[in-house]
């Protein structure tokens, strides 16, 4: 079904342009939400839609459609769009490439998933909690199987097919005092385990139970998968090839120098063996391939899709993806990872916090990388062992600073979203 929708809408579109490209999407999602201790909905919905982008006298239209009775009219738009647009050289799509072998990115049994399967999944969710003294307040499952083709008239002809499975839980632990905590998990396969996941936030909460202050100074900080996770999207911003154009990154003129800590290398590697980013192609049909950002704390690269790579002379790194068919591509992220040689234990930390969790990393600055954000679940360091928990505390700095004066706590890696990362062991101001 994609092949002859994509060839419908280019035989249509290539009547009235010079060069189009189409996408098409076919998906199927489970979804479970969880309110309190109920299941609040479960829903099983199917998608099948097709954006194109036509090309004509150097102008771009986009249109979409979920109709694929009305391919013409999505075409007519995209045809319209571009006369009305203005002429910009920078604008192609992907010429034909040879694509490399991914593995790991799909799972027979979530295609087969059946609704009550999702809904059992997340009642187990709810019940562990419960036994581990817990009540759940919100959470989730998704599992998604996802065709995609890429497919233009310069010879792109790029079929991926892919699943995804994910889950999540809030819980809250009360004894005198509520203290809550957060766990979730994604993969490529259905092997998630739902009660390792409910006993993570369960465990986490209680331990932060009768949380003491901590003083206001500057620590070691030891920032868990989810807080380092979630203020490593502030250092990303910089490295988009987008904002570097728009003269929005720090780094734009950076390229050679050290800007990192020089045992921390940086790679976007769109191949991994089961990476939640990994496809054979991005949704330009560029090939996916691994590449080096920085190296040994030198920038070496950014990331590209197809229009910020042609205005900067150089070739897309197979970055440009899309929400939906019905979206546009941007440059994004693939599997973004954090690849540290030198690496430390707790009980290397004289004196610190272990951070868990932050609250308000979306409200760091992009372009300067200065962030202010509260702990969310943190336990004090003392000698090199976990002491007890903190009851409230702001953690503020610098990511290109953190990133500077950085090592990780052990080898092992976890991916959420797209940052494969260890934990990471920094100083920072810490205000109590």
């Known amino acids: 079904m994609l092949d002859d929708v994509a060839n419908q809408t280019l035989d249509l579109a290539l009547k009235h342009a010079d060069l189009a490209e189409v996408y098409v999407e076919k998906e199927k999602n489970w979804d479970i939400d969880i309110q309190k201790d109920n299941v609040d909905f479960a829903k099983e919905l199917y998608v099948l839609g097709a ?5 004509i006298d150097d102008k771009m239209g986009f249109s979409y459609t979920s109709n694929m009775d009305k391919l013409n ?10 006369q009305a647009n203005i002429k910009d050289e920078n604008y192609s799509f992907a010429t034909k490439s040879e694509y490399k072998k991914v593995e790991g990115t799909y799972d027979s049994k979530i295609e087969t998933l059946e609704l009550d399967d999702s809904i059992e999944f997340a009642k187990s969710m709810i019940s562990t909690a419960q036994d581990e003294k817990c009540q759940p307040t919100s959470g989730g499952f998704s599992a998604r199987c996802l065709e995609s083709l890429v497919k233009n008239s310069e010879g792109i ?4 097919k892919s699943t995804a499975f994910y889950g999540y839980i809030s819980v809250n632990y009360e004894n005198d005092e509520i203290s809550t905590a957060y766990e979730s998990d994604a993969s490529r396969y259905m092997d998630i385990d739902p009660e390792w996941i409910a006993c993570q936030a369960s465990g986490i909460a209680r331990n932060s139970a009768g949380g003491k202050p901590v003083e206001t100074k500057d620590l070691e900080v030891v920032l868990d998968y989810h807080a380092a996770s979630g203020l490593l999207s502030t250092f990303t911003h910089s490295i988009n090839a987008d904002n570097v154009q728009r003269g929005r990154s720090l780094l734009a003129d950076k390229i050679g120098q050290e800007v990192v800590s020089p045992n921390l290398s940086i790679y976007d590697d769109g191949t991994i063996k089961q990476g939640l980013g990994t496809s054979k192609c991005d949704d330009e049909g560029s090939p996916s391939q691994k590449t080096t950002i920085i190296e040994k704390g030198e920038l070496k690269n950014f990331v590209y899709d197809l229009y910020t790579a042609k205005k900067g002379n150089t070739q ?8 939906s068919f019905s979206d546009t591509p941007n440059v994004s992220l693939t599997n973004f990872v954090m690849d540290y040689t030198d690496s430390l234990e707790i009980s290397d930390v004289k004196e610190g916090l272990l951070v868990t969790d932050v609250l308000g990393a979306h409200t760091a600055n992009p372009i ?3 962030f202010s954000v509260e702990t969310n ?5 003392e000698k090199g062992k976990i002491k007890h928990p903190i009851k409230k505390a702001m953690i503020s700095g610098n990511i290109f600073q953190v990133l500077k004066n950085s090592s990780s706590i052990s080898k092992e890696t976890r ?5 494969i990362t260890p934990r990471i062991h920094t100083k920072l101001r810490v205000v109590g």
């Open 51 to 55: 954006g194109v982008r036509v090309i």
């Open 368 to 370: 300067s990388g200065d």
């Open 316 to 323: 897309s790194t197979g970055n440009g993806m899309r929400a």
């Open 73 to 82: 009219l999505m075409v007519e738009k995209a045809v319209f769009n571009a």
């Open 377 to 381: 679940n943190a336990f004090k360091i």
């Open 157 to 160: 002809n790029c079929k991926d």
């Open 415 to 419: 991916q959420l979203g797209p940052f």
